[in-house]
C-alpha cells in the first residue's frame, strides 16, 4: 500500500514540474496543403488540408493563424471527411476538437483572410506568411498554391527563407510553391501579384505605384541569394583548406612539447636512483600532497596536515581523540592557519578534539567560516608550492596558443548561418581544445619533474615493498609514508601501510621514538574520517534556470501547427 502510495505521489509530481513533456501528444504532420483563392475585393479564402499521424490518445489538432498588421481571419470552420468538427478560439488559436487513438486524420480547414490583399496603382500583392517561426511543429510535405480571380499571364512571384525558390507559375496564373519538408521554427513568406485591375472591389493600399519596389525586392532577394552562395563556396574552401592546416600546426606544437616532456622523464628515469623509501622532502608534506595531486586537496588531506603537525613537534597527542598545541609559531604559513582554526576557533586553551570538530560543524552558521578557513589553508599551501621554482614560465607561449583560438571564433557564428554543420563542429572542437591547452599547459622544470617523478614512483613501487626492508626505514620516513598515503586517499598505499603495520616484529618496538609513530597510525583512521565527516556535513550545492523565445513573420503575422 506505502510503495503504490508513494508511485503515485512521484507520478504526481513529474506530471507538475513537467506539465508539458508530461502530456505531450505524439504526432507527426505528413501532408500539409493549403489553397489561397483571391478574391475580387481584396479578401483572400483559404482552404487547408492537414493529415496528422498520431501516435497514442489525442483530443484534437490546434491551428494558430495570426494575421497581418490591417488584416483579420474570419469564418475559421474544420471538416473532416465532409463532417464539421467543434472548434474553440484562444486569442489566434484554433483548437479543433476531434478525439482518438493511434490514428492517421485528415482535416480540412477554411477561413477568409478579411483585407488580406495590398491594392496599389498597378499591381495588387498577396505577401503572407502563413507560419512563422514561433510554429513549433515540422511540416514533412507542404505545398502552398495561390490562385488569382481570373486567368492571367502577368505575374510576379518568389518567396523568403524556406520559400526561396519554391515557385512555380502555372499556365492560369496561379503560382504553385512546393516546400517540401519544412523543420518548426522556421519562416517562409510568400509574395504575389498581379495587376490592380483583377481586383476592382477591393480598397486601395496606397495611391502609389508599387510593382517596381516588388521586383526590386525579388532582384535583391535574387543578388542576396548569390552572395550567400559566394560566400559559403568561400568558408567551404576555408573549412577544407584552413582548418586542416589550423589542425596540423596545433598538432604539431602538441607532438614538440610532449616530446620535450617525454624527454625529460626519461633523463629522470636515467639519472634517478633506485628506490629505498619515501622520497626526500624539499617541501612540506600538505604541500607536496597538493603538488602532486593535480593541485587538489582531498578532506582528508586536512586530517594529514594535523598528523604531520604532530610529526614535527608542533602538537602532541593527549588522549585517543585529543591534541594539544606546544609550539604556538610555525615558519609556513599555512600550517599557523591550521594550528589557528582548530585550537583557536574550534578547539579553546590550545586544545582540539574530535567532538569539537563535530560540534563545530553541527552547527550551521559555522559552515561559511569552515569553508573560508579551508580555502585560506589551501591558498597558503598554494603560495608554498608557487613559492619553488616547480613549472616553467611558458606565460608569452600559452597566451599565444590561446589568441590563435580568435582565429577560428568568427566561423563558428558564419559556419553554422550557411548550413556548414560538420565544419563547425571541426571547427568547435578545435577552438576548445586549444583554449583548453591554452588554459593546462604548464611544463615542470627539472625540480618540479623530479618531485613528481619521485613521488609517482614511490606510489607504484610502495605496494611490493617488503615488510624486513620497511622495518629498516627510520619512523620519520614511515610517518610521511603514511601521512602521504592519508593525504593523497591513496588506497592502495594506506593499504600496504595497514599490512606493514600489522606485521610489524615486537623488536621494533624498543626504540623511543616509535612511542609517536604508533600515536599517529593509532588515531589516523579516526583523523581521517572525523575530517572527511566534517567536509560533507558543510557541503551544499543550488540550481537556476530561465528561458525566453519570440519571433513573427511579415507584418508581425504568422503562426503553426500542433496538437492536444
Known amino acids: 500500500m506505502l510503495k503504490k ?6 507520478l504526481a509530481a513529474l506530471l507538475f514540474v513537467f506539465p508539458h513533456q508530461s502530456l505531450a501528444v505524439e504526432f507527426s504532420i ?50 473532416e471527411n465532409g463532417k464539421n468538427l467543434r472548434i474553440e478560439k484562444e486569442d489566434d488559436l484554433y483548437k479543433i476538437h476531434r478525439k482518438g487513438e493511434d490514428e492517421t486524420i485528415t482535416v480540412t480547414l477554411y477561413y477568409t483572410v478579411k483585407n488580406g490583399i495590398q ?22 510535405n507542404l ?51 498581379y495587376p490592380a485591375g483583377l481586383f476592382p472591389k477591393a480598397p486601395t493600399t496606397a495611391d502609389k505605384p508599387m510593382k517596381k519596389d516588388i521586383l526590386k525586392a525579388e532582384q535583391e532577394l535574387i543578388e542576396q541569394a548569390a552572395a550567400d552562395a559566394k560566400t559559403k563556396e568561400t568558408l567551404s574552401t576555408i573549412s577544407t583548406v584552413g582548418i586542416p592546416a589550423f589542425t596540423i600546426i596545433f598538432l604539431l606544437l ?43 586537496l582531498q578532506p582528508q588531506a586536512m586530517a594529514a596536515g594535523l598528523l604531520d603537525l604532530v610529526r614535527q613537534g608542533y602538537v602532541t597527542k ?28 574550534i578547539g579553546s586553551q590550545h586544545t582540539f578534539s574530535f567532538n569539537d570538530l563535530t560540534s563545530y560543524t553541527k552547527n550551521k552558521k559555522n559552515h561559511t567560516n569552515f569553508h573560508s578557513f579551508q580555502s585560506q589553508w589551501r591558498d597558503a599551501i598554494k603560495h608554498e608550492v608557487d613559492s619553488y621554482s616547480l613549472y616553467e614560465n611558458k606565460t608569452t607561449y600559452r597566451f599565444l596558443i590561446g589568441l590563435s583560438s580568435v582565429l577560428l571564433l568568427p566561423f563558428l557564428f558564419l559556419f553554422p548561418i550557411y548550413d556548414l554543420l560538420g565544419s563547425f563542429f571541426a571547427a568547435l572542437l578545435l577552438f576548445f581544445m586549444v583554449i583548453l591547452y591554452a588554459c593546462v599547459y604548464r611544463p615542470k622544470t627539472w625540480e618540479g619533474a623530479q618531485i613528481a617523478y619521485e613521488w609517482r614512483q614511490f606510489k607504484a613501487r610502495f605496494k611490493e615493498t617488503p615488510q624486513a626492508e620497511w622495518e629498516k626505514w627510520s619512523d620519520d620516513e614511515r610517518m610521511r609514508a603514511y601521512i602521504y598515503g592519508l593525504g593523497i586517499s591513496s588506497k592502495e598505499v594506506y593499504r600496504k601501510n595497514d599490512e606493514l603495520i600489522e606485521a610489524l616484529t615486537p623488536s621494533s618496538y624498543n626504540d623511543g621514538d616509535t612511542a609517536l609513530f604508533y600515536s599517529i597510525i593509532y588515531i589516523g583512521p579516526d583523523t581521517s574520517s572525523s575530517f572527511r565527516s566534517a567536509y560533507q556535513s558543510t557541503s551544499s550545492s543550488g540550481d537556476s534556470s530561465s528561458s525566453s523565445g519570440g519571433g513573427g513573420g511579415t507584418g508581425g503575422g504568422g503562426g503553426g501547427s500542433g496538437a492536444f
Do not use: C
Open 119 to 140: 491594392v496599389y496603382q498597378d499591381v495588387a500583392q498577396f505577401y503572407w506568411p502563413f507560419f512563422d517561426d514561433r510554429n513549433e511543429s515540422s511540416y514533412e
Open 318 to 345: 593527549s588522549a585517543d581523540d585529543m591534541f594539544n598545541r606546544v609550539r604556538s609559531k610555525s615558519p609556513l604559513k599555512h600550517e599557523n592557519v591550521l594550528m589557528e582554526w582548530l585550537f583557536d576557533k
Open 30 to 79: 505528413t501532408n500539409v496543403k493549403m489553397d489561397a483563392y483571391l478574391q475580387n475585393n481584396g479578401d483572400v479564402k483559404v482552404e487547408e488540408t492537414h493529415t496528422y499521424v498520431f501516435d497514442g490518445e489525442f483530443n484534437g489538432i490546434t491551428r494558430e493563424v495570426i494575421p497581418k498588421k490591417g488584416a483579420s481571419i474570419r469564418q475559421f470552420t474544420a471538416t
Open 143 to 193: 505545398s502552398i498554391t495561390v490562385h488569382p480571380p481570373v486567368p492571367t499571364e502577368d505575374v510576379i512571384a518568389f518567396g523568403y527563407d524556406a520559400a526561396f525558390t519554391a515557385e512555380s507559375i502555372q499556365e492560369d496564373g496561379s503560382v504553385f510553391f512546393k516546400l517540401g519538408y519544412v523543420p518548426s521554427n522556421t519562416n517562409a513568406d510568400i509574395r504575389v501579384a
Open 254 to 296: 602538441l607532438l614538440r612539447d610532449w616530446m620535450s616532456a617525454r624527454s625529460r622523464r626519461n633523463d629522470l628515469m636515467r639519472e634517478g636512483t633506485q628506490f629505498h623509501s619515501v622520497p626526500k622532502l624539499i617541501m612540506s608534506l600538505p604541500a607536496t600532497i597538493f603538488f602532486t595531486n593535480n593541485h587538489y
Open 5 to 10: 502510495w508513494i508511485t503515485s505521489l512521484l
